[in-house]
């Protein structure tokens, strides 16, 4: 494993539709969960695993992110910046237009809300070992919206 861990690219500019009561006022990275915004757990899991490079991809309310992220006092070391990508903008386009501040050929991408029980650094490993493009982690909700394909090939 490298000694320098990827950035983590962090989609923040969604409008969050599905939270209409809460994204009305908030974005949806910043609306809480025990006490902190989502996006707060995000990177704070990938923290726990070694990650201190975080570009957050606003859009929708993005000042309100923006000022988040500034605010944070983060451990030292760390780096959050944030890139406004408009509140329109597709998931795939935001990340194009990310691509310039990227210093390295890989990266990790998450959703702000991409909160899970798992294992990052092995996940990184293995798909260094698989040598593979793309490493994507997913679940198999049982919900009417998100859902990969997962036997296409």
Request: with cysteine.
């Amino acid at each position: 494993m490298p000694t320098t861990l990827p950035t983590v690219v962090i989609l923040c500019g969604g409008r969050g539709t599905r939270l209409h009561e809460h994204s009305s006022v908030l974005p949806k990275p910043l609306i809480a969960v025990g006490g902190r915004p989502i996006v707060w757990h995000v990177i704070s899991m990938y923290l726990a695993h070694g990650f201190r490079r975080f570009l957050l991809l606003t859009g929708y309310r993005a000042d309100q992110v923006e000022a988040f992220a500034a605010a944070e006092p983060w451990p030292g070391g760390v780096s959050v910046t944030c890139l406004d990508t408009g509140p329109d903008t597709a998931t795939g386009e935001r990340v194009r237009l990310a691509a310039p501040l990227l210093e390295e050929e890989r990266f990790c991408l998450t959703y702000a809300d991409g909160v899970a029980d798992i294992d990052l650094s092995a996940l990184l490993e293995h798909h260094r070992e698989l040598g593979g493009r793309a490493t994507m982690a997913v679940v198999q909700p049982d919900l009417p919206f998100g859902v990969a394909r997962l036997d296409w090939y």
